[in-house]
């Protein structure tokens, strides 16, 4: 569930964990899927590349790019 990526014991009542809602729902469309993916669905690697139809190496590529536009985008809220 995407609620669950907020710290734990933070829910989407309170800002913080809105902030982190509408920053995932901001990502490109192909960051986003493998990221709600991975995180939130709990697939693996493995069982996202035979979904999608992509290559490892792009899974773990748009993982990558995924957390680093999210750390970007909340520098200051949890990255202090």
């Known amino acids: 569930r995407i609620e669950d990526i907020a710290a734990p014991g933070q829910h989407f009542e309170d800002e913080s964990g809105h902030e982190v809602y509408e920053a995932v729902n901001a990502l490109d469309e192909k960051y ?5 993916l991975f995180y939130c669905e709990g697939f693996s690697v493995e069982e996202i590349s035979g979904m999608l139809k992509i290559s490892l190496s792009a899974v773990k590529t748009r ?8 750390r970007e985008k909340l520098k200051g809220d949890f990255y202090e």
């Open 32 to 36: 986003r899927i493998v990221f709600v």
């Open 63 to 70: 993982l990558f790019r995924a957390r680093n536009i999210l």
